[in-house]
């Protein structure tokens, strides 16, 4: 099946430092790509959709100047958490679609704000 | 907005049959997805019901009622291994776009 990797697998930063994670699909070209976020013993929350060559849609509630979203080319998109709080560390997860009914996630960036 | 319920945990033994419900309001439905996740790891998929009925996939089955918004998960012959917690997702915006489910923890025991 294809692939979607994500880089890095973990981070840890300093509060009010940003960090950026990135999305790849691998051996397929993804035109959308998906980030949600996840914290412990909870569902994943879609955060955001990611649109090639064109500004990212985000969920209610969801600040985009806060998280940025950046999709590049049809194999990447970053996500950016700008001036993170211990209250943004989370599992950062993306996904692509796979055709009409699957979906496929990255291994997930896991954060944690000091 | 959307709402996805499930049973927040399942303990069964292991080689019992186990069924996982899900109930869902949402608008622009397109289908009912399931994925696995094991703890710290990625979702991975493990079907998709468009239409009403029950589709088949090795040890896996799932089931659609669509005019009941309901459909489960059923895992036979379990095995430790699927230890694990379950999301249904339904598909809506265009095809495309996935809302998770509360989860579900299932717990195999010996």
């Known amino acids: 099946g294809a692939v979607v990797s994500q880089h890095p697998s973990w981070v840890i930063c300093k509060s009010g430092t940003s960090v950026k994670i990135e999305c790849r699909s691998l051996?397929?070209?993804?035109?959308?790509m998906f980030w949600y976020r996840q914290f412990p013993k909870q569902s994943l929350m879609l955060m955001a959709t990611s649109n090639e060559g064109s500004k990212a849609t985000y969920e209610q509630g969801v600040e985009k100047d806060k998280f940025l979203i950046n999709h590049a080319s049809l194999t990447l998109s970053t996500l950016t958490v700008t001036s993170a709080h211990p209250e943004d560390s989370s599992f950062y997860i993306c996904s692509a679609p796979g055709g009409y009914d699957e979906q496929y996630f990255g291994p997930g960036t896991r954060l944690t704000v000091t | 907005g959307q709402s996805l319920e499930q049973p927040s945990e399942v303990t069964a033994v292991e080689g019992a049959i186990v069924q996982i419900n899900c109930t869902y309001q949402?608008?622009?439905?397109?289908?009912l997805s399931w994925y696995q996740q094991h703890d710290g790891g990625a979702p991975t998929f493990l079907s998709y019901?468009?239409?009403?009925g029950l589709e088949e996939t090795g040890r896996f089955s799932s089931f659609l009622s669509r005019s009941d918004s309901y459909g489960y998960l059923l895992l036979q012959e379990l095995q430790m291994k699927d230890s694990a917690s379950y999301f249904c997702a339904v598909l809506t915006g265009g095809g495309n776009k996935l809302t998770f489910g509360t989860g579900t923890q299932l717990k195999v025991e010996l």
């Open positions: 949402t608008s622009g439905f397109y289908g």
């Open positions: 019901n468009a239409l009403d």
């Open positions: 051996d397929f070209q993804a035109t959308t």
